[in-house]
Every structure is written in structure tokens, then in C-alpha cells.
């Protein structure tokens, strides 16, 4: 676990880089999904993801798919707020999803038959 000054500092270091944003978007792990039956046990830490200092922080994040890698397996992106600003998180990953579903809906449609 990560002491508490370090906490604290990563805390500053996060609203110094958010200063003038309302959510940052960023991936929330470096590649597609892994199949569930290939997830060891115990694997907390043994595959990177870019999810922990915001866990850490105490920020507000969610992750959201945004579509599918090579592989078919979901590819997440995660979408970062401020402190107590959950309700603007939420709005924006709602419209990003209907969004994308739209699109995706407008692609299926036009493939030829």
C-alpha cells in the first residue's frame, strides 16, 4: 500500500496536472482485454494498468469500452474526474457510450449484404 505522504504528494501532483479540465481521458490498461480463464487468481499486480493512482488518489474514474482489439476482446478506455465531481464523470461517459453505440450501429448498416 502506498504511505500516506505519498498519497498526499501523488494528490498534488494530480490537481497541478488537472488544473483547467474537467476529466482526462486516457487508456486504462496498455493493450485488449486478457480471456478470464488466462487471469491468474491472485493477478492484482501482475498486469500493468494505468487505473491505480487515480485508485490511490481517491479520484473519481470509470472505464468504459471503447471498442475491441485484434484479438475480439474488449479494449477500455478510462475517463478521470475531479474530486466530488462524479455527475460530470457520469454525463460524459453516458454520452461516449451512446455515441459509440450509435456508431456502431450506423457501420452495421451500411455493410453490403
Not at 494528490?11 to 486504462?28: K, N, P, S
Not at 491505480?52 to 485484434?70: D, E, R
Request: glycine share 8%.
Amino acid at each position: 500500500m502506498i504511505e500516506v505522504p505519498r498519497r498526499h504528494e501523488l494528490r498534488g501532483e494530480l490537481q497541478r496536472a488537472m488544473r483547467g479540465l474537467d476529466v482526462v481521458l486516457i487508456a486504462t490498461q496498455p493493450s485488449e482485454a486478457v480471456k478470464i480463464d488466462a487471469v491468474p487468481k491472485w493477478d492484482l499486480f501482475d498486469r500493468p494498468n494505468f487505473t491505480m493512482p487515480f485508485n490511490v488518489a481517491g479520484y473519481p474514474a470509470i472505464s468504459i469500452c471503447a471498442g475491441f482489439g485484434a484479438g475480439g476482446l474488449p479494449v477500455a478506455i478510462q475517463l478521470v474526474g475531479k474530486p466530488f465531481q462524479e455527475p460530470t464523470l457520469f454525463r460524459i461517459a453516458d454520452a461516449f457510450e451512446k455515441r459509440r453505440r450509435s456508431a456502431a450501429s450506423a457501420r452495421r448498416s451500411c455493410r453490403p449484404d
